[in-house]
């Protein structure tokens, strides 16, 4: 079955390292994008690629890095220049009838 | 910009209809979408509008006004499972890029 992969499902970070959460998808899909929820506050983007080898920042890139080498792989580096990086990361792809976008599982980030 | 939004929480009764509001501003408006939400999991699909009107899926209506810049979602016969977080979200064609704004979300609690 086709889908998007995310791992890993909980991961813990010591403050000034840097964290690469996994974005892998099957649903041959161009487009990807990277979310960030926390409480209250909705989805709010990160970052996204329409094409391999071509990203654009969203509407909170300061402190995270990407890269699209694959059409299959989105990864998303938190850097430590990211001063709130605890949230729950969700990634996504788009594509099918009406281009909705397909969610992964997500990633829950906790500084520590 | 894009502003969306949407109440905060609902509480509604097993076997009951509710309907959640969302009102928007956006230019380049491409079409609204609502999602569900359990907690700590991915948001999946509910429905799609990009004419006004209602769609209608099972259990659940989704309606769009572009003029008025509105849409609710209408579930009917409530059920448990059904308490969750909704999502709704729009997409607007920026620069010749897709990409989905979501509201905060609307938390909904069912009772029995």
């Known amino acids: 079955d086709g889908g998007i992969t995310q791992s890993p499902k909980y991961l813990f970070r010591k403050e000034g390292q840097n964290v690469t959460l996994s974005c892998e998808q099957n649903l041959n899909h161009d487009a990807m994008y990277w979310y960030r929820q926390d409480p209250g506050q909705g989805l709010r983007l990160i970052y996204y690629?329409?094409?391999?080898?071509?990203?654009q920042k969203g509407d909170i890139a300061e402190g995270y890095s990407v890269s699209r080498e694959k059409k299959e792989s989105f990864p998303l580096t938190v850097t430590s220049a990211q001063k709130n990086p605890t949230a729950f990361y969700l990634c996504a792809s788009r594509g099918g009838t009406n281009y909705g976008y397909t969610f992964g599982s997500g990633t829950r980030l906790t500084v520590v | 910009g894009q502003n969306i939004d949407q109440p905060t929480e609902m509480t509604a009764t097993e076997g009951a209809i509710v309907q959640i509001n969302c009102t928007y501003q956006t230019s380049g408006f491409n079409g609204l979408f609502w999602y569900q939400q359990h907690a700590g999991e991915a948001p999946t699909f509910l429905s799609y509008n990009v004419l006004d009107g209602l769609e209608e899926k099972g259990r659940f209506s989704s309606f769009l006004s572009r003029s008025k810049g509105y849409s609710y979602l209408l579930l009917k016969e409530l059920q448990m499972k059904d308490s969750a977080s909704y999502l709704c979200?729009?997409?607007?064609?920026?620069?010749?890029?897709?990409?989905?704004?979501f509201g905060k979300g609307t938390m909904l609690l069912v009772s029995p």
């Open positions: 979200a729009v997409r607007d064609l920026n620069s010749g890029y897709s990409t989905l704004t």
């Open positions: 690629s329409q094409i391999v080898n071509d990203f």
